[in-house]
């Protein structure tokens, strides 16, 4: 499964950034994707359809039920998809040093725009799989490979 993993300033006189970890749409299989929506990942990552990780790690019977009914499960599999997309951006980029990933988050120095695209292992329907295992979950363990730092942008 392809993602892309950004940093992003945020205008303005501080340095504020946003950090996000995001899937390509043309690595969700077809059937899941026609189930959720595509955002257009930041500028950096140069405006590509995609994927929330919430979106992709859902089990297939979250899609089934009423929308009323979604609430219980819809926490948890955002929950574990907020830690996710941690992992991979803190690995990326060292200097995210938040527990779960903040909206925005103010550095004290400018490092600039940049993107990382890889290949993780394919997280489709993964949440029965990995919620019981979230506290050992790692960026390695979902399959981030060591050498993503050589195709950032």
């Given at each position: 499964m392809d993602i892309i993993v950004t940093r992003s300033r945020i205008a303005g006189t501080l340095p504020f950034y946003e950090y996000r970890a995001l899937v390509l749409a043309d690595s969700v299989d077809?059937?899941?994707r026609s189930q959720v929506?595509?955002?257009?990942?930041?500028?950096?990552?140069?405006r590509t359809a995609c994927v929330r990780i919430a979106q992709v790690i859902a089990p297939a019977r979250y899609f089934d039920l009423p929308h009323c009914s979604r609430v219980d499960i819809a926490a948890r599999v955002g929950l574990?998809?907020?830690?996710?997309?941690?992992?991979?951006?803190?690995?990326?980029?060292?200097?995210?040093?938040?527990?779960?990933?903040?909206v925005v988050f103010?550095?004290?120095?400018?490092?600039?725009?940049?993107?990382?695209?890889?290949?993780?292992?394919?997280?489709t329907a993964a949440f029965d799989r990995l919620e019981p295992a979230w506290a050992q979950l790692t960026a390695s363990s979902l399959g981030l490979p060591q050498d993503h730092h050589l195709r950032a942008a």
């Open positions: 077809q059937a899941r929506a595509t955002i257009v990942s930041p500028r950096v990552a140069g574990l998809a907020k830690l996710i997309e941690t992992l991979l951006v803190q690995d990326v980029f060292p200097e995210m040093t938040a527990d779960l990933l903040p103010q550095l004290d120095h400018d490092p600039g725009d940049a993107c990382t695209w890889a290949s993780i292992d394919d997280l």
